[in-house]
């Protein structure tokens, strides 16, 4: 199996029992990659070697209080399958109309 597919195969895995309580799977876990996901993805075993990475490939991600990057499991999965996920911007009221 290629470098890819692997990596593919622990972004992609099924998330079971979603709505129902789970025992096997944290919800950080179904949410978020893990650390041996991150490291994998990244091919970085250090956060900051990780964030390098991750930056330098256009990703984004958030720092926990630690330093370590967070990645959501639906944007890697989006940012794997070649779709471009983008910000959504907040709806917000058009208050300049208002006189």
């Known amino acids: ?22 025992d096997d ?3 950080s876990e179904a949410e978020l ?4 996901e991150l490291e994998m ?4 075993k250090t956060s ?3 964030r390098r990475w991750l930056e ?5 991600f958030v ?3 630690s330093g370590r990057p967070i990645v ?5 999965r989006l940012k794997l399958a070649g779709v471009k996920p983008e910000p959504v911007a907040a709806n917000e009221p058009d208050f300049s109309a208002i006189t």
Request: glycine share 12%; net charge negative.
């Open 56 to 60: 330098c490939e256009g990703w984004v």
């Open 1 to 22: 199996m290629e470098e890819h597919e692997v990596v593919a195969s622990l972004v992609l895995q099924p998330v079971h029992g979603i709505g129902k309580e789970r």
């Open 33 to 36: 990659l893990t650390s041996d």
């Open 72 to 76: 959501g499991r639906w944007y890697a």
């Open 63 to 65: 720092r926990n209080a």
């Open 25 to 27: 799977i944290a919800m």
């Open 48 to 50: 900051a070697g990780q």
């Open 41 to 44: 993805l990244t091919g970085r």
